[in-house]
């Protein structure tokens, strides 16, 4: 927000069809406390009037103007590469941050030399009270899952390790962007928060939550429902890919019983849903994609870090059982 000179921040927000729900994302922006940061808006391509919007009425916000729907992935990438600023944060259109969203979040990473990410504090819209995402993991079955979703907010007070930040509201290191590598664009959307933190966690790096940056969300409000036939079907086609990607090949056989267990269990539950066909055609396009980015084999620094990884997988299937 401060012309073209390189900002302390910069804040990428993703937009397609979205007009709806930008008027209250911005505002919140342009009041924020801290305000050395830039806000550039990357829209895919919307057909609703989001870009005459951004353009008539807030022409502080840099627009970047994509042709067609990139995904998640591809929108955030884009306003990456155009920008400098050394810390990177990712904006959900459908939320609304408190003040201090971004003094919070640049101060959670600056406190910590290892942090690659820092998730912010997601509160439901419609039930301010209660959370909607407290940082995301993954497990030993293949499984990623938000924590306190639905329960109370008090309960979700302090700073703490995560596996993988949720990328509806991160602030990210660009020198450490650099190291892993942008969001996957292959992806397109879906587990792409999970497969970055993955990387950054095969090279060291630390994931956290900071409770004191928050944010009100809508959820879904791309898709429009938590279950549809293409969020299950990217859904699970990506997760055989993070799999693929992310574990040399020992480990997945080493996990090949809690991963069939767990790719079955969706199966039938998907199923029930009336997603099963969809959910199954999934998991074969996922095997497809892998065999065709067998070059995106992502290896970590130190074969120590499967095994603390390996651990933490069994530890998160905890996690999620005590849910």
């Not at 792409?192 to 994931?207: H, Q, T, V």
């Not at 928050?214 to 036939?229: A, C, P």
Request: charged share 30%; net charge positive.
């Amino acid at each position: 927000m401060k012309g073209r000179r390189m900002s302390k921040v910069s804040v990428i927000i993703p937009n397609y069809n979205g007009k709806k729900y930008l008027k209250d994302c911005l505002d919140a922006m342009k009041c924020q406390s801290f305000r050395d940061f830039e806000v550039l808006l990357v829209d895919n391509g919307s057909e609703d009037g989001s870009q005459d919007l951004v353009r008539k009425e807030y022409p502080w916000v840099q627009l970047i103007s994509l042709k067609e729907n990139t995904g998640f992935c591809g929108a955030v990438n884009q306003g990456i590469r155009n920008s400098a600023s050394p810390f990177v944060i990712l904006l959900n259109n459908d939320t609304i941050a408190d003040k201090d969203f971004v003094k919070e979040l640049l101060k959670g990473i600056e406190d910590k030399p290892r942090a690659f990410s820092c998730q912010a504090k997601l509160l439901q819209m419609k039930e301010q009270d209660k959370m909607d995402d407290a940082g995301n993991y993954y497990c030993a079955l293949g499984w990623a899952f938000a924590e306190g979703k639905g329960r109370p907010e008090e309960n979700y007070s302090r700073e703490k390790k995560i596996f993988a930040a949720c990328g509806g509201a991160v602030i990210y290191r660009r020198d450490m962007l650099e190291r892993t590598g942008l969001f996957d664009e292959e992806h397109f959307a879906y587990l792409e928060d999970i497969d970055i933190g993955y990387r950054g966690k095969l090279l060291g790096y630390e994931s956290w939550f900071c409770p004191k940056a928050r944010v009100l969300h809508v959820g879904s409000g791309t898709t429009g429902s938590r279950y549809n036939l293409f969020k299950v079907r990217y859904s699970s086609r990506n997760n055989v890919y993070l799999i693929y990607k992310n574990m040399p090949f020992l480990q997945i056989l080493w996990n090949s019983p809690l991963l069939i267990l767990g790719f079955a269990v969706k199966a039938v539950f998907f199923a029930g849903k009336g997603f099963g066909r969809e959910y199954l055609a999934g998991l074969k396009n996922g095997i497809g994609i892998s065999v065709q980015n067998r070059e995106k084999k992502f290896k970590a620094d130190s074969p120590k870090r499967y095994f603390a990884i390996q651990l933490e997988l069994y530890k998160n299937l905890g996690r999620f059982l005590k849910k």
